[in-house]
Structure formats: structure tokens, C-alpha cells
């Protein structure tokens, strides 16, 4: 899959501009504030069907305007398309392939695939669980329609079944009905947890692979599935209800798979709790890689890779080796300067919502 032009009308900074692509390492350069992360964003608006930034997507539109445009030009393995997204300040927003107006954002789902990393990523090793839950989902996701379904239907009764712990009813009542919920939600919970150790399993031998290339072979990351230890619904079920008394006590559920998070270990230390900042960075970056050899497994064709400001952080050799690493998937990577004369790249100075070549 490659990019290979952008045509921008009146999006955020940007009043006209059509830019060419190289299929191989693309850097964005420009002073702050300039438009490189509004460049990226206009493209993995094209992935996604949304800003990775923008709580209201009319704020893309350039302040002066009504109405703004992007257009991606896409070459795939096999022909190529065209995506187009239409804001405007009185509607909702258009998404056209190939002219083809499409009713819902799934139907851009492999039409253009990529994967976006910004400084912010650095929460799913920081942060907490949710953020790593979040990302085991969205990955599951893009790859299994059905994921979808179960994940909201757990939810569902997860939200039904905390519900129900806060009645005031009496306890013989209480276990009857929670009963039929724990039926329902062992089978979810069986399922669920299946995918994401599956998920987790596939991603551990890229991210290793990555990480271990970054690092010039001095780290060993490591990621593994922490979650239930349960398999059977009959052992789900019965954890359920050993539980219920604390589950009464506190009003909410204290066992299911909305707990489960992925333990991400540097040379077997913990890297939430020990890692310094770089290789925090390094770990999230490596499971983003990952994920697009994930993506070009399950789809066949490599994912573009957008990276926003990820040099800054990292010293010289990590730099390095991430940009060889690169080489063979078409790069968007923004930055305030660029020094590596002997890496083969194409690189775009924007200034004010203008583009150049150097
Ligand atoms: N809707 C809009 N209309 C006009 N200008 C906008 C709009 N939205 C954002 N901008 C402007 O776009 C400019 C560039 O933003 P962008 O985030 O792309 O900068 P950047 O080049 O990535 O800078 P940095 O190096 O600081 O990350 C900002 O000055 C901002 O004010
Ligand atoms: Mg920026």
C-alpha cells in the first residue's frame, strides 16, 4: 500500500496543496506550528475516518472557511483509489472511495491501512491498563469484525450485572438474577480473553524482532497477556461467584477481562515501573511496529507508517536504527531538523501551510 499523493483544501493551515510521496522514507521538517502534525492527521484521517486529535472535527476546517478537503491518492497491491473527506461547517462530513459517497467510517476498513505514533502513544506503557486494553481492542478489531460485537455485548452485561449489585433486593433474589447475567458473561469472557492472548502471542515475536533492531541488540522486550487465569466457563462462572460477596460489598464487578492488561518486561524488568523514558519510548514504539506487520499479515500488504516527533526522544544510534528499520514501509515521520545525509529519503519542508522540496 502506498500514498502516493495528498491534495489538501482549507484543512487547518493548509488553503491548497497537493503533495507527491516517495514509497520509501518521507520526512516532514518545519519549524513549530508550521503544519507537519496537521499533515499526518489529514492522512491517518484517510485510515481511520477521524481526527487522532480533534474533539470537534469542525476544527480542521481552516478558520477562514467553510468548507474544507482531503484527497488521498492510493496505489495498492493490486490498482489503486482514491479516498476523499468533505467537511463542512453546516453538514457532516462526506467520505467518498472512488466517488462513492459511504454510509458508515467501516466501510473505509482496508481501503488504506496504517499505524500512527505520536509522543502521546508513550501512555500505553505509562499509563494504566485501559490504555493497553484499548489498544489490544482496536487491534482485535481491525481484524475481526466479530470482536466488535462480543467486546460491546460484555459490556453490556457487565454494566447490567453492576446494575443489579447496587438493588436493594433480597440476597436469595439477588443470586437468581445475577446468576443468569454470570452465564451470559462467562461465555464473553472465554472469548474475549482468547483473542487477546492470541492477539498478544502474534504481536510478541514482531515486537521482540523490532525492538531488538532499535536497540542494536542490547534489549530483549518482552509482552505477555496478564489477565484471567481461568479457561473453562465452569471455572469462570464459579470465580463469579466466589466473588459475589466482594462484588455486593463494593458494587461492581471485581472479575472479568475489563481488568486484563499486557506486561511489557525490558531484559525480564518491569518496564511501566523501571523503564527510563527512552526506553519506554522504545518499547511503545516497538509494539507499534508490530502492529503493522500484524496488519501486512492479516491483510497482505504492508500499512504506511506515520511518526510525529518520535526523533526527539531518542539518542543517536536508537534514531539510527529506527530509521533503517523504516526502509521498507513508506514513512511519514515529521521533524524540526533532519542530519543523516547517508539515509535515502524524500524530504518536505513546510512552512505556513506550505510545502517545498529539499
Ligand atoms: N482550523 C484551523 N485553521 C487555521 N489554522 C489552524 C487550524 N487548526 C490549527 N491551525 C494552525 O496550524 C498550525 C500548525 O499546527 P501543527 O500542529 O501542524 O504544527 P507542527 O508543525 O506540527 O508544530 P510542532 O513542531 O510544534 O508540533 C498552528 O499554528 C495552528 O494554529
Ligand atoms: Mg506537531
Not at 123 to 138: A, G, T
Amino acid at each position: 500500500m502506498e500514498l502516493e499523493k495528498i491534495e489538501l483544501y482549507n484543512f487547518r493551515n493548509y488553503k491548497s496543496a497537493s503533495i507527491s510521496f516517495d514509497s520509501g522514507l518521507n520526512v516532514v521538517c518545519g519549524e513549530n506550528a508550521q503544519g507537519k502534525t496537521n499533515l499526518l492527521e489529514a492522512i491517518y484521517f484517510c485510515v481511520v475516518g477521524k481526527s487522532f486529535r480533534a474533539t470537534r472535527e469542525r476544527e480542521v476546517i481552516n478558520m477562514q472557511s467553510d468548507i474544507a478537503k482531503i484527497k488521498v491518492f492510493i496505489k495498492k497491491n493490486v490498482g489503486k483509489s482514491i479516498i476523499e473527506i468533505i467537511f463542512s461547517r453546516k453538514e457532516k462530513k462526506t467520505v467518498k472511495i472512488d466517488g462513492i459517497p459511504i454510509k458508515r467510517l467501516s466501510g473505509l476498513l482496508g481501503e488504506f491501512n496504517g499505524v500512527f505514533f505520536a509522543p502521546d502513544e508513550l501512555k500505553l506503557i505509562k499509563e494504566s491498563p485501559e490504555d493497553r486494553r484499548r489498544f489490544m481492542d482496536i487491534d482485535i478489531s481491525q481484524t475481526t469484525k466479530q470482536y466488535v460485537y462480543i467486546l460491546s455485548r460484555y459490556n453490556e452485561i457487565l454494566a447490567n450485572r453492576n446494575k443489579q449489585l447496587k438493588q436493594n433486593i433480597s440476597r436469595h433474589d439477588l443470586e437468581n438474577i445475577i446468576s443468569i447475567w454470570d452465564e451470559q458473561l462467562a461465555d464473553y469472557v472465554q472469548k474475549i480473553k482468547k483473542y487477546r492472548q492470541n492477539f498478544v502471542i502474534s504481536l510478541l515475536p514482531y515486537a521482540k524482532k523490532a525492538h531488538e533492531f532499535i536497540t542494536d541488540g542490547k534489549e530483549d522486550l518482552h509482552v505477555e497477556y496478564v489477565g484471567i487465569k481461568e479457561d473453562t466457563k465452569e471455572e469462570i462462572i464459579n470465580k463469579l461467584k466466589t466473588n459475589l460477596e466482594k462484588d455486593i460489598t463494593l458494587g461492581y464487578t471485581t472479575y472479568g477481562v475489563h481488568r486484563d492488561d499486557i506486561k511489557v518486561t525490558i531484559n525480564d524488568i518491569d518496564v511501566r515501573s523501571y523503564g527510563s523514558q527512552g526506553q519506554q519510548r522504545t518499547a511503545a514504539l516497538s509494539l507499534k511496529l508490530a502492529e503493522l506487520s500484524i496488519i501486512e499479515e492479516i491483510t497482505h500488504t504492508r500499512p504506511v507508517l506515520l511518526l510525529d516527533d518520535v526523533l526527539s526522544e531518542l539518542d543517536d544510534s536508537r534514531k539510527k536504527r529506527l530509521l533503517e528499520y523504516c526502509q521498507g514501509t513508506q514513512t511519514f515521520i515529521t521533524c524540526t531538523a533532519f542530519n543523516y545525509p547517508d539515509i535515502k529519503c524524500n524530504k518536505i519542508e513546510i512552512k505556513n501551510g506550505e510545502w517545498s522540496k529539499i
